[in-house]
């Protein structure tokens, strides 16, 4: 196939490339910067430098990649720019899907999150609503998940991955990211909320295995969710960082979610069935 991959140097990004080229796939990786486009040639993919604000451009270097499918990876999370990523979430896949209706492309497999379900008993499903009664600032998260979920929608084949919290290198969860950084200065307390969690390699052989899967929404996420008692813990140990303070309570949407239907449906297991044995993967520095 040929393959459109915007958001190609981010944590994702870096990790589904090689895979996609393995593949045999044709692959043009989408970077806004400059400095990154090498990278992404050596291993082994085309590489388009636009911004997913510039319509224009964007419109162009797609109609030009000629791809078969479209995957949106694109977030601005790597510069901690929250403003940024909501904004890609609702003008960026905005931009995108049109410009890849009005190159033909069918399929589109975007990058969603599996913490935006309104509260709950136990962990959320695909068919649970988003918590649209939220109040800020998650109401923006959850606004924003909802226009790019809708905006996906409008392709003829649209495949939704709802990740967990992502860890593994260049995430927030790896012993050079933010929440290390936190870990390390005592301001990752351990609560009660319940969070679900993926390993970053995971992440990437989900989507492309999404390449080929039923249009629909899947919980891509490990088979555990867990509280912060239990994991926060586990991910200091493993960057080195000191025991966390522990706090009681939880958010009421602190529920963690399930990735039954993507087991069910799918056949789809990740390498890191728990969040315990892929944190040891990380190494204190």
Same mark, same amino acid.
Do not use: C
């Given at each position: 196939?040929?393959?459109?991959?915007?958001?190609?140097?981010?944590?994702?990004?870096?990790?589904?490339?090689?895979?996609?080229?393995?593949?045999?796939?044709?692959?043009?990786?989408?970077?806004?910067?400059?400095?990154?486009?090498?990278?992404?040639?050596?291993?082994?993919?085309?590489?388009?430098?636009?911004?997913?604000?510039?319509?224009?451009?964007?419109?162009?270097?797609?109609?030009?990649?000629?791809?078969?499918?479209?995957?949106?990876?694109?977030?601005?999370?790597?510069?901690?720019?929250?403003?940024?990523?909501?904004?890609?979430?609702?003008?960026?896949?905005?931009?995108?899907?049109?410009? #890849?209706?009005?190159? /033909?492309?069918?399929?589109?497999?975007?990058?969603?999150?599996?913490?935006?379900?309104?509260?709950?008993?136990?962990?959320?499903?695909? #068919?649970?609503?988003?918590?649209? /009664?939220?109040?800020?600032?998650?109401?923006?998260?959850?606004?924003?998940?909802?226009?790019?979920?809708?905006?996906?929608?409008?392709?003829?084949?649209?495949?939704?991955?709802?990740?967990?919290?992502?860890?593994?290198?260049?995430?927030?969860?790896?012993?050079?990211?933010?929440?290390?950084?936190?870990?390390?200065?005592?301001?990752?307390?351990?609560?009660?909320?319940?969070?679900?969690?993926?390993?970053?390699?995971?992440?990437?052989?989900?989507?492309?295995?999404?390449?080929?899967?039923?249009?629909?929404?899947?919980?891509?996420?490990?088979?555990?969710?867990?509280?912060?008692?239990?994991?926060?813990?586990?991910?200091? #140990?493993?960057?080195?960082?000191?025991?966390?303070?522990?706090?009681?309570?939880?958010?009421?949407?602190?529920?963690?979610?399930?990735?039954?239907?993507?087991?069910?449906?799918?056949?789809?297991?990740?390498?890191?069935?728990?969040?315990?044995?892929?944190?040891?993967?990380?190494?204190?520095?």
């Amino acid at each position: 196939m040929r393959i459109f991959l915007a958001g190609a140097s981010g944590a994702v990004g870096r990790a589904l490339v090689p895979l996609l080229v393995r593949e045999g796939h044709e692959v043009t990786g989408m970077t806004r910067d400059a400095a990154h486009a090498d990278r992404i040639r050596a291993m082994g993919a085309a590489a388009s430098v636009a911004d997913v604000f510039d319509r224009k451009m964007l419109f162009r270097i797609v109609r030009e990649a000629k791809p078969d499918v479209v995957l949106h990876q694109l977030t601005s999370l790597g510069a901690r720019n929250f403003a940024d990523n909501a904004r890609i979430r609702v003008d960026g896949t905005r931009n995108l899907v049109d410009a #890849a209706r009005e190159a /033909g492309v069918r399929r589109m497999v975007a990058q969603s999150i599996a913490w935006a379900a309104m509260p709950g008993e136990g962990p959320a499903t695909e #068919a649970e609503p988003l918590d649209l /009664g939220a109040v800020q600032p998650r109401l923006g998260t959850v606004q924003g998940v909802q226009a790019l979920e809708q905006a996906a929608a409008e392709m003829p084949e649209a495949v939704a991955l709802r990740y967990g919290l992502f860890y593994g290198p260049g995430t927030w969860y790896a012993p050079d990211g933010l929440m290390a950084e936190q870990a390390r200065n005592g301001e990752l307390p351990a609560t009660d909320g319940v969070a679900s969690f993926i390993h970053v390699d995971d992440a990437a052989r989900a989507a492309v295995l999404a390449l080929t899967w039923p249009i629909g929404t899947y919980h891509i996420v490990d088979d555990e969710p867990a509280p912060g008692t239990a994991w926060v813990p586990a991910f200091a #140990a493993a960057v080195g960082a000191p025991e966390p303070p522990v706090r009681a309570g939880a958010a009421p949407w602190e529920r963690g979610a399930s990735n039954a239907k993507a087991r069910r449906e799918l056949g789809w297991a990740p390498r890191y069935a728990s969040w315990r044995e892929g944190f040891r993967t990380l190494g204190g520095r």
